[in-house]
């Protein structure tokens, strides 16, 4: 009895141990399929929130372009109208583009187009985009700072001496002072003189990026970094005058 | 006539599409330049005249609506179309690697052709040596992406039932 008990025991051991074996495998593959419908879900979670990160960081970036068009909307004196860029020039010649609107929003050649500007200190400034050349019923052109044909009398407000910027080819803003004498540091801010009459002064241009002797070395000229972004050109203030 | 119509349209297509969407590729420096692409396919698929008075479409496009300078485009794009158009071959249309050296010789003729013509307008055209680099590639990119237009304005033809 004591053998067949043993015997018994321990196939009943046996038994047991494949039944709870087998048993466990059952719940580790029941697991293992739970646990990748979880891991879909949960992915799929994933991208819902990163979407919805991605909704919310778009919400505060533009709302943080609107605040800086807002300020720059309280400081403006003149009379403006709102232009969408419908149009962009796309060769490497030349920097201009076209907005949606015309002489029946009251816009005339050489009327200012300006930008709000967040400075590095957080203060809203209208920065300088261009001058409108051309304009029709509807629609108008523009060119920006960076044209080679658009030239603008500065005023460097560090040391109050004035000169003339123009754009190049390679899209690079350059300048030189009337006063031969007159010393620039990299880091001046330049607004727009008012000399001639096109620009309306203290429009916020730039700051100086670099000084080069002339090859003559009677001269300064000043490599200036544009206030603009103009990679990122969208919505644009045409100023009447 | 058909042909021409469809042609003139997908110019204007191509202009709207290259200065209002491509745009938004501009962070690449170069983007490819769909219009001259698209001219050099329908010069190769017609003749000298239809060619130019296709570049003319093409330019008068850009000088009005964007360059102050009027008739600069016109003028080179004019050029291309009838140049190509006049030297097309029918019997060479269906060969690809043509529209590929079509495109990459009319990408550089068009800027050489520019560098001439803002020198006389005295422009410093001594600085283009720095944008040099990005006219290479986008010949480069124009001469890729003229086959894959092409099989697509072929496609476009054979739908509208145009010969090509």
């Known amino acids: ?241 | 006539m058909k042909k021409f119509i469809l042609m003139s349209f997908l110019i204007i297509i191509g202009f709207v599409f290259q200065t209002s969407f491509m745009i938004f590729f501009n962070h690449f420096k170069v983007i490819p330049n769909f219009s001259l692409i698209l001219l050099v396919i329908f010069a190769i698929m017609s003749d000298g005249i239809q060619g130019g008075l296709l570049g003319i479409l093409t330019g008068l496009l850009y000088d009005s609506m964007i360059y102050s300078i009027f008739g600069l485009y016109t003028l080179i794009y004019f050029l291309i179309g009838a140049l190509i158009g006049t030297y097309s071959i029918e019997m060479l249309r269906e060969n690809k690697f043509l529209y590929s050296v079509a495109a990459g010789i009319s990408t550089i003729f068009m800027h050489a052709l520019l560098y001439l013509i803002l020198f006389f307008l005295k422009f410093r055209v001594g600085l283009a040596a720095k944008i040099f680099p990005n006219i290479i590639l986008e010949t480069v990119i124009n001469a890729v992406l003229v086959v894959f237009v092409a099989k697509i304005i072929m496609y476009l033809f054979d739908r509208f039932n145009v010969k090509v």
């Open chain 1, 1 to 241: 009895m004591g053998f067949f008990g043993n015997l018994i025991s321990g196939f009943q051991k046996i038994v047991y141990k494949t039944g709870n074996t087998l048993t466990n495998s059952f719940y580790s593959v029941q697991e293992i399929v739970k646990m990748r419908e979880e891991n879909i879900m949960l992915t799929e979670n994933v991208y819902k929130l990163r979407e919805q990160v991605r909704i919310l960081e778009n919400i505060i970036n533009k709302s943080e372009a609107l605040q800086t068009e807002y300020e720059m909307k309280k400081n403006l004196s003149y009379d403006y109208v709102v232009g969408q860029v419908i149009a962009i020039d796309d060769s490497n010649w030349f920097s201009r583009f076209t907005i949606d609107k015309g002489e029946n929003d009251g816009i005339k050649q050489n009327d200012i187009v300006i930008q709000a500007v967040k400075t590095d200190e957080g203060i809203v400034q209208i920065g300088l985009i261009g001058i409108v050349t051309q304009t029709s019923s509807e629609w108008s052109k523009v060119i920006t700072l960076l044209d080679e044909s658009c030239k603008v009398s500065f005023r460097n407000i560090e040391n109050d001496e004035s000169g003339i910027l123009q754009g190049s080819i390679d899209g690079t803003v350059t300048g030189y002072f009337f006063n031969s004498k007159v010393f620039a540091e990299p880091g001046d801010s330049l607004v727009t003189s008012g000399i001639g009459e096109v620009y309306i002064p203290d429009i916020y241009i730039g700051d100086v990026k670099d000084v080069v002797k002339t090859t003559d070395a009677s001269t300064l000229r000043i490599i200036v970094e544009p206030a603009v972004d103009f990679t990122k050109i969208n919505r644009v203030y045409v100023l009447k005058k």
